[in-house]
C-alpha cells in the first residue's frame, strides 16, 4: 500500500488457507522468497529478512516503532537506511529482483 512517510499500513489477522491461495493467484503477479528472522536488541524487534531466489545476497531488516521519532538502539550490524528507498518494497522487489536495482 502506500506509505506516509516511514508509516505504513498493515493489517495482521489469520485468514483461512483457502482464502489466502485465491487472494496469491488472483491480485499477485509475482512473489518473492524470503525468510524472516527476529531479533530483540533492548526493547525493540528487528525483523530481519534474508531473500532468496531472485533476490537472493539481499537482507533487509525492519523495525516497528510507536512514532516515526522514536529513539531506537543501532546495533553494530544494522546497514545503510533505505525506508524511503522504494526499491527495496516487496511490491518492487517481486517485479525488479535486487541484483537488476
Given at each position: 500500500g502506500r506509505s506516509h512517510g516511514a508509516r505504513r499500513a498493515e493489517f495482521e489477522w489469520e485468514i483461512?488457507?483457502?482464502?489466502a491461495c485465491t487472494?496469491?493467484?488472483?491480485?499477485?503477479?509475482?512473489?518473492?522468497?524470503?525468510?524472516?528472522?527476529?531479533?530483540?536488541v533492548g526493547?525493540?524487534?528487528f525483523e530481519i529478512d534474508v531473500f532468496a531466489g531472485r533476490n537472493a545476497g539481499l537482507s533487509l531488516v525492519e523495525i516497528e516503532l510507536s512514532h516515526e521519532d522514536e529513539p531506537f538502539p543501532r546495533p553494530e550490524w544494522?546497514?545503510?537506511?533505505?525506508?524511503?528507498?522504494?526499491?527495496?518494497?516487496n511490491s518492487i522487489l517481486a517485479q525488479r529482483p535486487w541484483p537488476e536495482l
Open positions: 483461512p488457507r483457502d482464502e487472494l496469491l493467484d488472483t491480485l499477485c503477479v509475482a512473489g518473492i522468497d524470503k525468510t524472516r528472522f527476529v531479533a530483540r526493547a525493540h524487534d544494522l546497514g545503510d537506511e533505505v525506508t524511503h528507498d522504494h526499491r527495496y518494497s
